[in-house]
């Protein structure tokens, strides 16, 4: 049968839910996520305290609406299909080019990479400030790891980084990568290097910025991106989480 997404009690959508067959431990780890990136908001905007109190709202809602976009799932609806239940359940570019294609998925990421780097820009609009953008700019990724849409789900927060990054200054962009590639060389895991860099990126974020804001923005875009990738630290590279749908039986 097709997916369609329909509207009822449950939420915008009472399709969404679950990937069926999630382990017990993945349920806690998607609590324990929604815990921390809760925290992540506060601190963030306890960080940019340097904004007027209707400055930060304006560019921290821009930002996180913005984020919050959920392209991959869109153009899965468009395909009559659920992504958050086929593939590996990730609302992002790399599960909308296993399911749905070449041509979509390239799309989806573009669109991602668009959203962090339009963030970024209207934040620091609206806030009349640079730190306006900083804020806005992690709030993106938070809304792309954790969309109102999709009730608390979506992707692993890459494709926006790339584009708040490279729109608040690509320096920041180049030493991303470079941490990614030290930790890969080190773990030889694509999943592990993704983890261990973003843990390592706040610290060079406030070297190269200069300021305290710089440090806050570092870790609203790290947090999120290494709590998505947590559970994967004992996956091999390239061996997506599949989600088993209901005509699988299950493991025993």
């Given at each position: 049968m097709p997916f369609s997404p329909t509207v009822g009690r449950g939420g915008v959508c009472s399709?969404?839910?679950?990937?069926?067959?999630?382990?017990?431990?993945?349920?806690?780890?998607?609590?324990?996520?929604?815990?921390?990136?809760?925290?992540?908001?506060?601190?963030?905007?306890?960080?940019?305290?340097?904004?007027?109190?209707?400055?930060?709202?304006?560019?921290?809602?821009?930002?996180?609406?913005?984020?919050?976009?959920?392209?991959?799932?869109?153009?899965?609806?468009l395909q009559?299909?659920?992504?958050?239940?086929?593939?590996?359940g990730n609302v992002g570019g790399t599960n909308a080019w296993r399911v749905l294609g070449a041509v979509p998925g390239l799309m989806v990421m573009v669109l991602d990479v668009a959203k962090g780097m339009m963030a970024v820009a209207l934040g620091e609009f609206l806030a009349h400030s640079p730190g306006?953008?900083?804020?806005a700019g992690a709030l993106a990724?938070?809304?792309?790891?954790?969309?109102?849409?999709?009730?608390?789900?979506?992707?692993?927060?890459?494709?926006?980084?790339?584009?708040?990054?490279?729109?608040v200054n690509p320096l920041l962009l180049l030493v991303a990568a470079g941490f990614f590639g030290l930790a890969y060389a080190l773990t030889r895991n694509l999943y592990r290097g993704v983890l261990l860099g973003a843990l390592a990126f706040p610290v060079a974020s406030s070297a190269v910025g200069g300021s305290l804001n710089y440090l806050w923005f570092g870790f609203g875009i790290a947090i999120p991106v290494a709590i998505k990738?947590?559970?994967?630290?004992?996956?091999?590279?390239?061996?997506?989480?599949?989600?088993?749908?209901?005509?699988?039986?299950?493991?025993?």
């Amino acid at each position: 049968m097709p997916f369609s997404p329909t509207v009822g009690r449950g939420g915008v959508c009472s399709r969404i839910q679950v990937a069926p067959g999630a382990s017990q431990q993945a349920s806690k780890v998607f609590r324990l996520s929604n815990y921390l990136s809760g925290i992540t908001l506060c601190a963030l905007c306890w960080g940019f305290g340097s904004l007027s109190a209707m400055e930060w709202l304006y560019a921290a809602l821009a930002g996180y609406l913005f984020g919050s976009l959920p392209f991959a799932y869109w153009f899965g609806v468009l395909q009559n299909k659920n992504l958050l239940a086929e593939g590996s359940g990730n609302v992002g570019g790399t599960n909308a080019w296993r399911v749905l294609g070449a041509v979509p998925g390239l799309m989806v990421m573009v669109l991602d990479v668009a959203k962090g780097m339009m963030a970024v820009a209207l934040g620091e609009f609206l806030a009349h400030s640079p730190g306006g953008g900083l804020l806005a700019g992690a709030l993106a990724v938070i809304g792309h790891c954790y969309s109102v849409w999709l009730l608390g789900r979506g992707g692993k927060g890459i494709a926006p980084s790339i584009g708040a990054l490279f729109a608040v200054n690509p320096l920041l962009l180049l030493v991303a990568a470079g941490f990614f590639g030290l930790a890969y060389a080190l773990t030889r895991n694509l999943y592990r290097g993704v983890l261990l860099g973003a843990l390592a990126f706040p610290v060079a974020s406030s070297a190269v910025g200069g300021s305290l804001n710089y440090l806050w923005f570092g870790f609203g875009i790290a947090i999120p991106v290494a709590i998505k990738h947590l559970a994967e630290w004992s996956r091999p590279s390239g061996q997506p989480l599949r989600s088993r749908t209901k005509s699988e039986p299950k493991s025993r």
